[in-house]
């Protein structure tokens, strides 16, 4: 693996291993050391948790990390291609982890430059390392990731995450409630290709119905700047509110799942329970991203 | 009597069925060599399509890939390879796996769309026509290409 672009180059066999190894620091970060390795992060736009889990992760394994955090005062700014930055970034640095808001931004610098490229979110496109973290948060959680029953709630027609994760999850038979207000309905496209891959799935609005059923519950928020009326934002915002509550007949191992920020969408009230599971997930995402960088920088046993 | 509204050629290619207003399109992709003479026709009467347009290349055979290269502008083309003013071959157009550096990604957010740098297809599903970008990795039917 020379590089992690998209979900979509990756084999159940390479995932299968990242999450191993990602396990394996977890219990012992001391097997892998990076020092004298330098990261570079390229941050076209704002990020406060992905840019700073990879900064942890590197950090933890003994590397050094240069940052670029948004384009204002560099030479992007002064018109320089994104080539341009990146083949400089990369005689600074041995690896290279990146956000920009255009698709593809990623998968085109990892043509420039001869060092590893990590696609920390391109636009709408992909977010690997997240669909990675939340594969191995799943199976830390339930132990295995074989014949899951999860519910995805709240804005399955724009979320990026939930997409991703659909399709991660996809070689594992699950079990899928797709929970939405119908506007925000998971893509014809997506529920075509589940359909092609033999994944179980319903679509439903009433989230209350199933909640005693299932063994994962990955709530994302609903975005306000994905609705072009402010009418319609309005009537959608709060039609999922997870309260402890409503989880109170859940199953034992039932985890709520959520990628961060949160707004409304989960009460604190959840965060006391041994169903809360969002602060779990974000740690995770350190040791997976510490997997990937042991990976790409050839130091992975 | 057919009336010939363009001169027959005596060797070279003829490439029929283009859709009508597409023909500079056409052209752009097969970059003629200065040296080449080309006739081009808009508009022509056509049964099947009402309107179509028309390239007479005299003195060159286009290759496979070259024919194939505008398979997304004007899927139905037909080709003509002329010699001493016989048909020599006929064929027709058929999307390539891989096109580089011909059509713009219809997805403004794509990167191709902001730097420099030449767009790559890769044909997903020939049934349906479908191609998909190496770099925002969206989907797009042949169709929905050749418009933009």
New interface residues.
């Given amino acids: 693996m020379k590089n992690l672009i ?1 979900m ?1 180059d990756l084999s159940v066999d390479k995932i299968l291993q990242l999450l191993k190894l990602a396990a394996s620091l977890e219990k012992d970060p001391s097997q892998i050391n990076l020092s004298r390795r330098v990261m570079a992060a390229m941050f076209y736009e704002a990020s406060t948790r992905t840019r700073m889990s990879f900064e942890s992760a590197m950090k933890r394994l003994g590397g050094e990390v240069i940052a670029m955090v948004g384009t204002s005062g560099t030479s992007v700014e002064k018109g320089e ?3 341009d930055t990146a083949k400089i970034m990369a005689r600074y640095s041995d690896i290279i982890v990146m956000r ?6 990623a ?2 610098v990892s043509e420039q430059v001869d060092i590893p490229v990590v696609n920390a979110g ?5 977010h690997p390392t997240q669909s990675l973290l939340d594969l191995y948060t799943i199976l830390k959680s339930q132990g295995s990731l074989e014949g899951l029953k999860l519910a995805l709630v709240g804005d399955l027609k724009y979320g990026r995450t939930v997409h991703s994760l659909a399709y991660a999850l996809a070689p594992f038979k699950p079990e899928f409630h797709f929970v939405s207000p119908k506007s925000l309905a998971m893509p014809n ?1 997506i529920l075509s290709d589940l359909r092609k891959m033999d994944i179980q799935f319903k679509e439903t609005t009433k989230l209350d119905k199933i909640v005693n059923s299932i063994d994962i519950m990955y709530v994302t928020r609903i975005q306000r700047e994905r609705f072009p009326d402010r009418e319609e934002y309005e009537k959608v915002k709060n039609a999922y509110i997870i309260s402890a509550e409503l989880l109170k007949n859940a199953k034992d191992n039932m985890k709520v799942m959520h990628p961060l920020p949160r707004v409304n969408e989960i009460n604190t009230d959840v965060d006391s329970t041994k169903y809360a599971y969002y602060f779990d997930q974000a740690e995770n995402g350190v040791y997976m991203r510490q997997a990937i960088l042991a990976t790409l920088l050839g130091e992975a046993k | 009597m057919k009336v010939l509204k363009v001169d027959a050629i005596r060797n070279g290619t003829v490439i029929d069925h283009i859709p009508a207003g597409r023909v500079q399109r056409v052209m752009a992709i097969l970059k003629p060599r200065s040296t080449d003479v080309v006739m081009m026709g808009m508009n022509f009467p056509s049964k099947a399509m009402k309107k179509k347009d028309i390239i007479k290349i005299e003195g060159r055979e286009l290759t496979q890939n070259e024919v194939n290269s505008i398979a997304l502008i004007a899927p139905h083309a037909k080709v003509s390879i002329i010699r001493d003013f016989q048909v020599a071959q006929k064929s027709t157009v058929q999307i390539p796996e891989r096109i580089e550096g011909l059509v713009v990604c219809p ?1 403004p ?9 030449m767009t790559i297809f890769n044909l997903e599903d020939s049934s349906s026509r479908e191609l998909a ?7 797009f039917t042949a169709d929905e290409m050749a418009h933009v």
């Fill in positions: 998209s979509r291609t994104l080539a920009h808001p255009m698709e593809g931004a998968r085109y391109d636009g709408a496109n992909q496209h | 997805n957010k794509c990167i191709t769309n902001a730097e420099p740098m970008c190496q770099y925002c990795e969206r989907v």
